[in-house]
């Protein structure tokens, strides 16, 4: 899930209506796909994945992308591959299981796979300090704040830098040490201290992809295709976009058309920018070396899907199962007051999960990626050895009731292990006494003031309201310690983290801010200028996102 495809969301939510947007009933199944296709042509067809194409239709006329692609995996084998639509929004070209589409933030895994190699040939620790790993890092505003963060926070998410998703970036290898020495330096900051809580950002991922060239003297993308894909036999995952352009079987995206143009350090371009929608051609898709570690990669839904095999298998020529196993295992927890969602390294680790029939402590991986035209998503229930990997041609789509449809088919009639009550969510009333406070975030949003009214918060937010935006303070409880309120509509997560050991949280988090609890005398409560582009891009992303983080990461299928 690519941050800046968020903040470079359509302004007005729209989907486009036209014809265009219909599958293709031209779809077909792989002839090269792992699927069983002994039977001969006078069998009854199997009807059992009917449901699966039809919520792929479905989430195909609902969103952006007017071509789709699905594989599930049991056990070893491809058992589904199908492609859906059109590989060009204004063209007649067939989807298949071979069609190759950007998998955005899917990338993820990949990439800490790269790093884990590293630290396998001793090259690093997971412990190694980032200006150790990348001593030639040195961000203007500290330069020695690096010293603070490890290589391990790269891949569970608690570095706490801000997101800079420059789509700009030259395509060149060199590129993503050139950028992130340049202008990524001169510019970065970390909202809070390095490993003080989760918070997703790609700039982890770029920088663990530099980790990786730094440590192995090789450009990121040969090493994950020389060390990672083709040994895992992922011979239809590419890292650059020329090879891409070169295999021929690829699929032209529908969303953001000029996202790489943006000047993400010039306030005023920022919030004149205008966003434009419409065909992206893989020919000019912005092949960002910066962008290429957290989300560069291109592949086919059967090679994700067959990745699977690799992490519950294992593979000790790529990887020893110490650490293969580390990357799904929970390292950060996303919210502090439910411990059963988890970041591994570069994977969703979800203990427990909501399913038809209710929860579930049955273990559960995923990862999901938008990058500007391109939508993917990954499954996998391991105790039941099924994965499911979706991947579509449309900005932002959801196909999670395609997943859904897709692991029932392929339980067969079994149920999910361990049933359980419903978690506790509800926060205890006692516990608002610990969010109330002031909160400064001098680089965003300015001064946040959290009240008590009853047993419900209040939130202020002074610098926002004297700059013209409309904040509702009414915060709406998702779970026990995470809130949304209103700013120009558009709903806010606000999560409060405390120190270990706490009771009286420092921080009030949301993805694209962190404000650190101050004294009220100290709080700067006008002079903050605010960035109006940034703030107005994270309403923007919450537009698309009106059920707020929490509802969506607690129900992963969308029940």
């Not at 412990?127 to 990348?134: I, K, Q, R, V, W």
């Not at 839904?301 to 298998?313: T, V, Y």
Request: with cysteine.
């Amino acid at each position: 899930m690519l941050f800046l495809l968020a903040l470079l969301a359509c302004k007005d939510g729209s989907t486009p209506t036209d014809d265009s947007a219909a599958p293709d009933d031209s779809a077909v199944d792989s002839e090269d796909s792992a699927a069983d296709d002994t039977a001969d042509d006078t069998a009854a067809p199997d009807t059992r994945w009917d449901p699966v194409a039809e919520a792929v239709e479905v989430a195909i006329k609902r969103g952006y992308a007017t071509g789709a692609s699905i594989a599930v995996w049991v056990d070893g084998e491809i058992v589904y591959a199908k492609g859906f639509g059109s590989a060009h929004p204004d063209r007649d070209v067939p989807v298949t299981p071979n069609t190759l589409f950007n998998i955005g933030s899917d990338t993820k895994k990949l990439a800490a796979i790269t790093v884990l190699q590293q630290v396998a040939a001793g090259r690093i620790s997971l412990d190694t300090p980032l200006d150790e790993a990348l001593p030639e890092l040195k961000l203007y505003g500290d330069p020695l704040a690096t010293g603070d963060a490890r290589v391990s926070m790269l891949l569970d998410q608690t570095t706490s830098f801000f997101d800079d998703t420059n789509f700009g970036t030259a395509h060149e290898d060199e590129a993503l040490a050139g950028y992130a020495y340049g202008d990524f330096a001169s510019r970065a900051y970390f909202m809070a201290e390095p490993g003080a809580m989760w918070n997703y950002s790609n700039p982890n991922y770029s920088l663990a992809g530099l980790v990786v060239e730094v440590a192995d003297g090789r450009p990121w993308g040969d090493v994950v295709e020389d060390d990672v894909l083709r040994p895992l036999g992922l011979n239809r995952t590419f890292a650059r976009v020329s090879d891409v352009i070169a295999d021929g079987d690829y699929a032209a995206g529908y969303g953001i058309i000029n996202g790489q143009d943006i000047d993400l350090y010039d306030l005023q371009a920022r919030y004149d920018y205008a966003y434009e929608f419409g065909v992206q051609e893989v020919e000019t898709f912005p092949d960002a070396a910066w962008v290429r570690p957290a989300g560069g990669v291109w592949s086919t839904a059967s090679d994700m899907a067959s990745l699977a095999g690799f992490f519950l298998d294992g593979d000790e020529a790529v990887l020893p199962d110490a650490l293969r196993e580390g990357m799904v295992t929970g390292q950060a927890r996303f919210y502090p007051t439910f411990d059963k969602i988890w970041y591994g390294h570069g994977v969703m680790v979800y203990d427990a999960f909501t399913w038809y029939d209710g929860w579930h402590e049955t273990p559960l991986w995923l990862h999901g990626g938008n990058h500007l035209a391109y939508t993917s998503a990954w499954y996998v229930l391991p105790e039941a050895r099924i994965a499911v990997s979706v991947l579509s041609n449309g900005y932002a789509d959801d196909f999670s009731g395609a997943a859904f449809q897709a692991i029932e088919v392929a339980l067969d009639g079994a149920e999910l292990s361990n049933p359980i009550d419903a978690p506790e969510l509800a926060e205890d009333p006692a516990d608002l006494d610990h969010y109330v406070g002031t909160y400064l975030d001098e680089h965003l949003v300015g001064t946040i003031i959290v009240t008590r009214v009853g047993d419900a918060l209040q939130v202020e937010l002074p610098d926002l309201s004297a700059a013209g935006f409309r904040v509702n303070g009414t915060m709406t409880e998702s779970l026990a310690g995470s809130y949304t309120f209103k700013v120009e509509g558009g709903a806010l997560e606000l999560t409060f983290v405390a120190r270990e050991g706490e009771e009286e949280t420092t921080w009030a988090r949301n993805r694209t801010f962190v404000a650190t609890r101050v004294e009220p005398s100290t709080a700067r409560l006008a002079p903050v200028t605010i960035n109006k582009a940034r703030v107005q891009a994270a309403l923007d992303a919450a537009a698309l996102t009106p059920r707020g983080e929490a509802a969506q990461v607690l129900s992963p299928f969308g029940l």
